[in-house]
Nanobody, 115 residues
Framework: QVQLVESGGGLVQPGGSLRLSCAAS????????MGWYRQAPGKQRELVAA???????NYGVSVKGRFTISRDNANNMVYLQMNNLSPEDTAVYYC?????????WGKGTLVTVSS
């Protein structure tokens, strides 16, 4: 099993920045990719960004050029740096971890972009 705990969400003004963190624990050796997804009210969960163990990244179209995903393998951490935030980025952000058998999910952290 893998446990994921997100932190760093909150209220930010449009154009502002926020950094999310995800701490992973448990059977980390089984994980080959980690990422962030988000779900806004009334919408489906969507990929924000993902990163493999080799550092290969993938971003959702709406966040390319604004968000950056990174990971600290030594400390089992994944980060999401979010810049130039807009109200459309308001959502619950979930950390994810992918193994050969399944996805694991954190409980989510709320990001609200509003003036």
């Amino acid at each position: 099993q893998v446990q994921l705990v997100e932190s760093g969400g909150g209220l930010v003004q449009p154009g502002g920045s926020l950094r999310l963190s995800c701490a992973a624990s448990g059977s980390i050796a089984s994980i080959y990719a980690m990422g962030w997804y988000r779900q806004a009210p009334g919408k489906q969960r969507e990929l924000v960004a993902a990163i493999t163990n080799r550092g290969i990244t993938n971003y959702g179209v709406s966040v390319k050029g604004r968000f950056t995903i990174s990971r600290d393998n030594a400390n089992n951490m994944v980060y999401l740096q979010m810049n130039n935030l807009s109200p459309e980025d308001t959502a619950v952000y979930y950390c994810s971890a992918e193994s050969s058998k399944r996805y694991y999910w954190g409980k989510g952290t709320l990001v609200t972009v509003s003036s």
